[in-house]
């Protein structure tokens, strides 16, 4: 979600003593030493690993990572670019139908959709993505988030007046679409109705299972079991495990509740403040977002949701074993012996790296037999150090200071309060770690830390060495090797990239890109032959401007990791974000999302001219958020 730098959460305050202590002679010699010193001397501890995998036998037509296409050059277009000898189709736009038999509303260019047609809707401002096979690369579900809303669009006269049907049609248009696919020779179609379609919002009713479920501080008024909840909302990016279901993640939730004047340590801790609740206005009419009289409904939100796309009469599940936080995504991977490993980052200033080792091995017989799997296993935060290691510490009640006269007596409350427990721990704050990617021929990991313009500010954390730009306003891209199979707790790391534009004058602006310049990497992928998709988030209130000037609009790149080289592929509509990013087995479709075309700088559309910023995709009515299918003319692999 592209978010104005000036209202970004920053709700960190902990000192993290480790290699942000001033007084360490590493850290001084850092510091002293400056960017270029820094990065060449931690792109050593992984000299030579980068290079495995790069050649050999490939599960996708023996093509290696090699890119083939030839770079788009950046614009300022209302349309989406791809290179030449590719295609693209505009599919399932907000307000399309999902596809539930007898009930599929077609979307109305005045948004005068009512709150129930908007439940049987595509929602707004898509992003995660994931594709189930159901017959090879021809056929199949695909599952996407709904992040916010732009109520500007969503109502006829936006926000001008407001009433419990708005509200009710804002929380519609939040949550995740189940639809089916069906190839038809070179092009896509939705199957309309199909048996799987399904729409998640945020008044659908959910479980909260794992060792934090029946918690007292999960606990309220409208459920005293502290298990049962209603709905999910600001799904980001995603996971897909391997075992068939699709995870979203619940990203930035403080935005939806009306916090108190005094606010006390835990909500502080989590950005519950006296006016948030005004972006979306739910409080009004919906009495569990008011914070002074719900103080724990909050607490319920902030978790991964796992979703079986092939049962739509199936609860979604809050895993609660995956720790709470400012959720991002969830990347998923296998330990050698078939143990699940989950990596999360958390979309906040000065906030940390996660990672989940599941207790058991991933069981045949799908989601069925893995039902518990996510609710047993330890939870980590990542510590990077300054020599280019680093170490996953465990969130674990009674170990590394997390003891009850702490606030943390039982596992539960190292969950909920996942912030708080890191902070003790000593984990390293990071720049607003994004998407995380697990290389599938190396197990390196990737994750986009996407910006910090707090970086060294007056009274904020200082640069160290994983995030070592002052007002970082580009973002860079860090990987990590774990020593030895990925349930491993020491792990190798280095930058792939400093994002950047080389033409800007401020150093710490100019990056090292080996390729096309960006800024803000946001979305992330390593596909089945080991090319890495990057996507970039940059606000729309920053795009074309100041250190952006050269880049107006957001883009997806390519990157061949054994060399460096980033290549640019694709550009988006004006006042979008480029996100969403999952492919068919054969990696001859690739499918991504258009997220808030034409959104202003204010991030709020005038009602009165919604295609003031863009016309992208009808041309006329609305912009609207979108799904864009992306295939090659002649049949081939994408991006080769």
Not at 20 to 30: E, I, K, L
Not at 199 to 215: D, S, Y
Not at 358 to 371: E, M, W
Not at 374 to 385: A, E, N, Q, S
Request: aromatic share 8%; charged share 20%.
């Amino acid at each position: 979600m592209a978010k104005d730098f000036a209202r970004m959460e920053d709700s960190n305050p902990s000192g993290n003593p480790t290699i942000h202590d001033v007084s360490d002679p590493q850290r001084r010699v850092f510091v002293r030493g400056g960017l270029a010193a820094a990065v060449a001397g931690l792109f050593g501890p992984l000299a030579g690993c980068a290079s495995t995998g790069s050649g050999g036998s490939n599960a996708v037509s023996g093509l290696g990572r090699a890119i083939g296409f030839k770079s788009v050059p950046m614009a300022a277009v209302d349309q989406v670019v791809v290179p030449e000898g590719y295609r693209t189709q505009v599919l399932y736009r907000w307000g399309d139908p999902t596809g539930i038999a007898g009930r599929m509303p077609a979307f109305k260019t005045d948004a005068s959709d009512s709150a129930d047609d908007q439940a049987l809707q595509a929602g707004m401002h898509h992003d995660g993505m994931a594709f189930f096979p159901l017959d090879g690369s021809n056929r199949g579900l695909l599952v996407l988030n709904h992040e916010y809303v732009d109520d500007g669009l969503l109502h006829t006269d936006g926000m001008k007046t407001w009433s419990a049907a708005k509200v009710r049609k804002s929380m519609h248009a939040h949550g995740v679409s189940v639809i089916e696919l069906q190839r038809d020779g070179a092009a896509w179609q939705q199957v309309l109705p199909s048996r799987f379609a399904r729409r998640i919002t945020a008044l659908t009713p959910m479980t909260l299972t794992g060792p934090a479920a029946g918690h007292p501080m999960l606990r309220t008024a409208g459920d005293p079991s502290g298990t049962q909840v209603l709905g999910t909302f600001n799904n980001c990016a995603n996971g897909q495990t391997p075992w068939g279901t699709y995870l979203t993640c619940e990203e930035n939730f403080a935005d939806y509740f009306e916090g108190t004047a005094t606010p006390d340590a835990h909500q502080k801790r989590w950005g519950l403040k006296k006016g948030n609740g005004a972006k979306y206005r739910w409080h009004e009419h919906e009495e569990r977002f008011d914070v002074a009289k719900h103080p724990n409904e909050s607490n319920r939100y902030g978790w991964v949701v796992e979703i079986d796309p092939q049962d739509p009469t199936s609860m979604p599940r809050k895993r609660t074993a995956l720790g709470r936080a400012a959720h991002e995504g969830a990347a998923v991977a296998l330990t050698d012996d078939g143990r699940a490993v989950v990596y999360m980052g958390e979309d906040s200033r000065f906030e940390y790296i996660y990672k989940f080792v599941s207790r058991d091995k991933v069981r045949p017989g799908g989601a069925a037999a893995n039902r518990d799997l996510l609710d047993h296993g330890t939870l980590y935060v990542g510590r990077f150090d300054v020599d280019g290691t680093g170490e996953w510490l465990p969130l674990v009640q009674g170990k590394g200071g997390l003891v009850a006269d702490k606030g943390f007596a039982t596992q539960g409350d190292v969950l909920i309060k996942s912030r708080q427990a890191s902070d003790i721990l000593g984990a390293t704050k990071m720049d607003r770690p994004e998407w995380t990617t697990v290389d599938p021929l190396t197990k390196e990991v990737y994750c986009t830390l996407t910006n910090n313009s707090n970086r060294g500010a007056p009274g904020q954390p200082f640069m160290d060495a994983a995030n070592p730009r002052s007002n970082n306003t580009m973002g860079q891209i860090i990987r990590w090797k774990e020593s030895g199979d990925l349930d491993a707790t020491k792990f190798a790391w280095n930058h792939l990239v400093l994002a950047g534009d080389p033409k800007q004058t401020r150093y710490e602006a100019q990056g090292n890109v080996k390729g096309d310049a960006f800024g803000s990497p946001d979305g992330l992928m390593v596909d089945a032959r080991g090319v890495l998709w990057i996507q970039t988030d940059v606000s729309t209130s920053t795009l074309g401007k100041g250190e952006y000037t050269n880049l107006p609009n957001n883009q997806m790149l390519a990157c061949d990791p054994t060399k460096g080289e980033i290549r640019r592929f694709l550009l988006g509509p004006a006042g979008c974000e480029i996100t969403g990013l999952t492919a068919t087995p054969d990696l001859r479709t690739l499918f991504i999302n258009i997220q808030h075309p034409g959104e202003p700088a204010n991030e709020r559309s005038d009602p009165e001219r919604p295609l003031a910023v863009s016309k992208w995709p009808d041309g006329a009515g609305r912009p609207r958020s979108a799904t864009v299918v992306i295939t090659k003319i002649d049949g081939g692999v994408i991006g080769s």
